[in-house]
């Protein structure tokens, strides 16, 4: 076990390198679940937006737009003075100025013309109080079009009420990002940038000087030299991956265990250290000389970076555009995050969300098949 040893002694050399990446996980992790559990609900909430309303109409169905935005907004009566309003809105007293004008039942309800209003350029908030003024529109010019009064429509849009919505329990989640899918959404990271380095370095050592033609004229024959160097990459793949997973089930052992497909959490973090491994060896094969060193860090930093940003691990994939979804699919890591992503996103494995994850397991596999052959292809390449 010449070999083996001496791989395992060059991994030793680089035990601080690999402490390091691992904290760097750890924190991103605990970092991300923080931001997770300080709003429980979701991403989305509503905000509240500062709104002036100069009412010159003072009729029930105006008085019915304040009462209906008051409902989600602080909003306040204002004179028509608009070098006083534009001062507001400069110094952000308000955030939404609207303008009701005298006919206000004529000109928007009967004749259909949008409502004067002015808001801060580019504010995100004021799409979304356009989006609730357009409803409230919409709902009297329909009751206005049904043969309602004007004090009929009033009344009837006060009698409206925010829709009750109850999510069905269909075998999927709630539809929140648990803790542990941002744990498992960065373990790709974790094992392109250990592995790559390590592995690369490892590689390189043995390529070195005269190492390879005394390594060929030694009693050990290349077959045995081969299955010990694949044997040294297996065991620092698979210790990586078990602490990878005694860190999920540390912090996450109850969700986990509550909420099923373990196994095939397993499998694909298990397909993904092997996709890193077949990665970081064929890395490893092109980085020699002097400054090999240097060529590796540039190499790893682009190949784990680069395959992180393009297949959904810093980036969601539902985020992504097409295009980019479309280059990520020839690339094994989004393959691996599409099978966590169902992993999360369903309680139970089956029909077609099982067929789906199967096939992205599949997938990785046909990817470490076909990453092997380059390998040994181009490992024969560079022995000749």
Not at 33 to 44: E, L, N, R, V, W
Not at 75 to 94: G, I, P, S, W
Not at 253 to 260: N, Q
Request: net charge neutral; with cysteine; proline share 2%.
């Amino acid at each position: 076990m010449t070999v083996y040893k001496g791989y395992m002694k060059i991994v030793k050399r680089n035990l601080g390198l690999i402490l390091m990446y691992v904290v760097i996980f750890a924190g991103i992790t605990v970092l991300f679940q923080q931001f997770s559990s300080a709003d429980p609900a979701g991403s989305y909430q509503a905000e509240s937006v500062r709104i002036a309303v100069v009412d010159e109409d003072r009729g029930s169905l105006a008085e019915g737009l304040k009462t209906y935005l008051g409902q989600f907004h602080e909003v306040t009566a204002a004179e028509h003075d608009k070098a006083r309003l534009q001062e507001d809105l400069f110094y952000r007293n308000v955030e939404y100025i609207i303008w009701i004008p005298e006919d206000f039942f004529e000109t928007c309800i009967v004749e259909g013309k949008a409502l004067n209003v002015t808001k801060v350029p580019g504010s995100y908030t004021a799409f979304y109080v356009d989006q609730q003024i357009n409803s409230f529109l919409n709902d009297a010019r329909a009751f206005h079009a049904a043969g309602f009064t004007r004090e009929e429509t009033a009344e009837a849009l006060g009698k409206l009420e925010p829709a009750q919505v109850e999510l069905l329990d269909t075998g999927r989640a709630s539809g929140e990002m648990s803790a542990y899918g941002f744990y498992f959404r960065y373990v790709p990271y974790l094992f392109l940038s250990v592995l790559c380095y390590v592995m690369g370095n490892v590689i390189s050592a043995f390529r070195k000087g005269d190492l390879p033609k005394r390594m060929r004229a030694c009693a050990v024959s290349g077959r045995r030299q081969s299955v010990e160097g694949l044997l040294a990459a297996a065991t620092l793949g698979l210790c990586l991956w078990a602490l990878s997973i005694a860190g999920a089930f540390f912090w996450y052992r109850d969700s986990l265990t509550e909420r099923g497909g373990v196994v095939y959490f397993l499998l694909n973090t298990l397909l993904m250290m092997l996709v890193a491994l077949t990665i970081s060896y064929l890395v490893g094969l092109f980085v020699h000389g002097k400054n090999a060193v240097n060529t590796l860090n540039g190499i790893v930093n682009v190949l784990s970076l680069g395959l992180c940003f393009l297949c959904g691990v810093f980036v969601p994939l539902e985020i992504m555009s097409k295009r980019v979804k479309a280059v990520s699919q020839f690339l094994p890591v989004y393959w691996y995050e599409v099978v966590n992503e169902y992993l999360v996103e369903f309680g139970n494995v089956t029909g077609e969300a099982k067929q789906a994850v199967l096939q992205g397991l599949g997938m990785q596999l046909i990817f470490v098949a076909a990453l092997v052959c380059v390998t040994l292809t181009v490992s024969k390449w560079k022995r000749v």
